[in-house]
């Protein structure tokens, strides 16, 4: 996993996919890298494979709250608030709206209305 951290950090997602994606065939059922490989499709502006990473991870665990952020962010970038809205709802259930997850998606959610609105 260093090496996959290391690629993320240099934000070389390209590689960082190739690498989750080998460690996906070797741990299939790990939410967190399902999570990192829909993240590295976020960041190198691939929406569409992004969100069926994070829809994976969340079949694996449905409570992954990074998973939930990180959607939450995809969709508002897909323009798409009212799905972004319901992952916000979703982390406010399992974290009672305290967990750095929440006030982040958030916070990102409130900017994009606001562009909206604009």
């Known amino acids: ?6 690629a993320l950090d240099n934000e070389n997602y390209e590689k960082a996919i190739k ?8 741990n ?10 829909g993240f590295a499709y976020r960041k190198n502006n691939n929406y ?5 990473s994070y829809k994976r991870a ?8 990074r ?3 990180y959607i939450g962010i995809t969709y508002i970038k897909m323009g798409n608030l009212n ?12 974290c009672n709206s305290l967990c750095e997850e ?9 900017n994009a209305i606001k562009k909206e609105n604009k």
């Open 1 to 6: 996993l260093f090496k996959i951290n290391e």
């Open 19 to 26: 690498l989750l994606k080998k460690e996906i065939k070797i």
């Open 28 to 37: 299939k059922a790990n939410a967190d890298i399902h999570n990192l490989l």
């Open 48 to 52: 569409k494979l992004s969100l069926i």
């Open 58 to 65: 969340l079949k694996i665990d449905p409570s992954h709250l």
């Open 67 to 69: 998973t939930h952020n």
């Open 83 to 94: 799905e972004s809205k319901k992952h916000l709802q979703k982390l406010k259930m399992l």
């Open 102 to 110: 929440y006030k982040t998606l958030n916070t990102e959610l409130r």
